[in-house]
């Protein structure tokens, strides 16, 4: 069987479901393919922190940008999505790392972003299980969290609604030339193919600069009032977004159940999907320093995921040079729930006109290849 589209996605986590979503929002014919469970893979396995970053000013643009798409979107959003403005409070442990709370204050104010510097007291009155010592923290009001999986569920089934096919549990064998074909035999044909794989799309583009990240994410039971803001330490920066090394950091978000979501961990070169209890427990470890309290929670689930990581920590979206009709969403390590929207808003503008929200330059694939021949 062969069916004529303008668009195919490939992977119907929450990149390629917000991909689906834009194309057939601007009046593209769209196809939808997903071997596994929508909003499965990575999406299942993150946290679901709407934040701003800013690792570099094209990753400061990209979660910007997509933050405040987000937040024209929750209105929207149903409630198993579990969407809420808790904020970001980014901790610090001294007076060496409170410097750091004021030039992400002044960075984050250049681009609109409003954020409070809050001392030691304030700290303790905004989170009061947190360890006394701490020096204080930056406060980002408009960071958010929701709950991955659903947020994937509604943009695919607002993408069917407005007219695109799902093929669920068929896996894309090989994709390119214009052409997808599917583990049945039937071939999707469309002058655009999307994708949108995560960690696993250098499956379909060989020689792909993304490797897989190994995250581990521990849940406990409910403690309603427990923890209010998403914490996160300052050293995060540092240490969980290392490009070389195993790295644990103090990563806490409350959940609208009441329960508290443990973070964060990250291994390069484990392709083993169990839980590494050394892991964990060094996780437990490091919240311990900063929420002393939150070792006596009782966990109810720990369980892995895998990112997919990039050489310079920004995702690849647009078009893969080898292929004209082939166009890549992928990369987006740990802020692939972030940037979705944003992911979706500026390769689809791309697509039709040229014309984007954010310039695309800093995440198009052909950055690599620029970078390699410059060696």
Not at 70 to 99: F, H, I, Q
Not at 145 to 153: D, G, R
Not at 338 to 344: I, P
Request: hydrophobic share 40%; net charge negative; with cysteine.
């Amino acid at each position: 069987m062969s069916e004529d589209w303008d668009v195919v996605v490939a992977g119907a986590g929450i990149v390629g479901a917000a991909c689906a979503n834009e194309c057939v929002s601007r009046g593209l014919r769209t196809a939808i393919v997903e071997a596994g469970e929508i909003g499965g893979g990575a999406t299942a396995a993150g946290m679901g922190h709407i934040v701003v970053m800013d690792d570099s000013p094209a990753q400061l643009a990209l979660t910007s940008y997509s933050q405040g798409l987000w937040r024209e979107l929750a209105s929207r959003l149903p409630a198993s999505v579990e969407y809420e403005s808790c904020g970001t409070l980014w901790v610090a442990s001294d007076d060496e790392e409170m410097k750091e709370v004021h030039r992400k204050r002044a960075l984050y104010a250049t681009v609109g972003i409003a954020s409070e510097v809050l001392d030691s007291r304030a700290l303790s009155e905004a989170e009061p299980h947190l360890s006394p010592a701490l020096a204080g923290a930056l406060l980002v009001p408009s960071d958010g969290v929701l709950y991955p999986p659903c947020a994937a569920e509604f943009l695919v089934r607002e993408a069917v609604r407005l007219g695109a096919k799902l093929y669920s549990q068929f896996k894309v064998i090989s994709a390119g030339n214009g052409l997808v074909r599917l583990n049945d035999g039937t071939e999707l044909r469309a002058p655009r193919i999307i994708n949108a794989l995560g960690s696993e799309a250098s499956t379909l583009v060989p020689d792909l600069p993304i490797r897989k990240r190994k995250g581990h994410l521990v849940i406990t039971d409910r403690y309603p009032g427990f923890v209010h803001h998403q914490l996160v330490e300052l050293g995060y920066l540092k240490s969980a977004h290392s490009i070389a090394t195993d790295s644990v950091a103090f990563n806490v978000q409350p959940r609208k159940t009441g329960q508290v979501l443990l973070g964060s961990s990250r291994q390069f070169g484990a392709e083993d999907s169990t839980v590494d209890y050394s892991m964990v427990a060094a996780m437990i470890d490091r919240a311990r320093a900063f929420m002393p309290e939150i070792g006596t929670l009782s966990a109810i689930r720990i369980w892995t995921g895998f990112r997919a990581a990039t050489p310079d920590k920004l995702p690849q979206i647009g078009p893969w040079q080898e292929d004209p009709t082939l166009f890549l969403a992928a990369g987006h390590e740990g802020l692939g729930i972030t940037t979705s929207l944003g992911t979706a808003k500026v390769l689809v503008d791309y697509l039709m006109d040229g014309e984007t929200g954010i310039p695309i330059d800093p995440y198009l694939p052909a950055r690599f290849v620029r970078s390699e021949a410059h060696a």
